[in-house]
């Protein structure tokens, strides 16, 4: 008997019969009921059957396209509803998400279809004006010194190039081959992170101007820096930036309302969390860390 319980095809014969007692219980509901559940494909349906196919083709469906949209809206639903009255929605983690994600999206469409008070965007500028402002910009001819190449001795090539270069020698007489040249002009702080790396940029905003400085350290390698003009941020009025700000607005919009839906609906729920589990919890994923 132990052999037989553990044969799939049994599994799958009790499965079976499970789902056509669920199934023969919800006919029998359903004749109880007195008529079948109804299912409508509306012209506001159709419509928005045709926009979802027009937005992903950039073309708008014929009829027999509209018609085979029709058939599958309905096989899903059907398929839906049957799978919803037999809880298979239940504990699925992407259902769960997917569901949470659709409650957000309602107050995001919501949000984003008022349009806001122009007041309300100045304000909203006036208090970020330094997000929008132009960055600070920097011109610059450098020299490289290629760790790759040159190894240890990077620093020592730079600080001896660096000695000559302050007593009037030429610089491109110094250094090696680098991919993307030797002169910048006006490049802002998030291009030079790009392309030299993170720490490149912060150091070229507290170097003198007119006069050779370094090392300074690169992605690359060692740098001599010669800033030639430097050009601080400079202020925009609404009217430069007013789609970037519009949409920034109305994000923030957007998250303040989930936020605050999110709270009201909260109160409707006595929420408990069992702490002692989520430290035993981490407890073990420490021990198992340490081993």
């Known amino acids: 008997m132990k052999k037989i319980a553990r044969e799939p095809l049994i599994h799958f014969l009790a499965l ?13 509901s359903r ?29 708008a469906p014929d009829v027999d396209e509209l018609r085979g949209l029709a058939r599958a809206y309905v096989r899903e639903e059907v398929l839906f509803r049957e799978a919803s009255a037999l809880g298979l929605d239940r504990d699925d983690t992407i259902v769960r998400q997917r569901l949470a994600q659709k409650m957000e999206f309602l107050t995001d469409d919501l949000v984003g279809a008022a349009e806001p008070a122009e007041a309300a965007l100045q304000s909203y500028f006036a208090t970020h004006a330094a997000r929008y402002a132009r960055p600070a910009r920097v011109s610059f ?14 620093d020592m090539a730079a600080r001896e190039a660096l000695a000559a270069l302050s007593s009037g020698a030429n610089d491109e007489s110094f250094g090696d081959a680098f991919l993307h040249g030797f002169e910048f002009a006006e490049r802002e702080p998030v291009e030079l992170a790009a392309l030299f790396g993170p720490e490149f940029a912060p150091r070229l905003a507290v170097l003198p101007p007119g006069r050779w400085s370094g090392p300074v350290l690169s992605s ?21 930036v007013r789609t970037t700000v519009l949409r920034d607005f109305q994000e923030e919009q957007r998250r303040t309302a989930n936020r605050d839906l999110f709270e009201r609906l909260k109160q409707r729920y006595q929420i408990t969390v069992d702490e002692s589990a989520i430290t035993n919890a981490a407890a073990v994923k420490m021990a198992e860390g340490a081993r």
């Open 16 to 28: 079976g019969a499970l789902l056509f007692g669920l199934n023969a219980w919800r006919d029998h």
């Open 220 to 240: 690359y390698g060692t740098h001599l820096v010669r800033v030639e003009t430097r050009a601080e941020p400079e202020p925009v009025t609404l009217a430069q």
């Open 31 to 59: 004749a109880d009921a007195g008529s079948p559940a109804s299912i409508h494909v509306t012209a506001a349906i159709i419509e928005r059957l045709r926009a979802g196919y027009e937005r992903q083709f950039g073309q």
């Open 141 to 154: 001819r450098h020299v490289y010194f290629s760790r790759e190449k040159r190894g240890p001795g990077a």
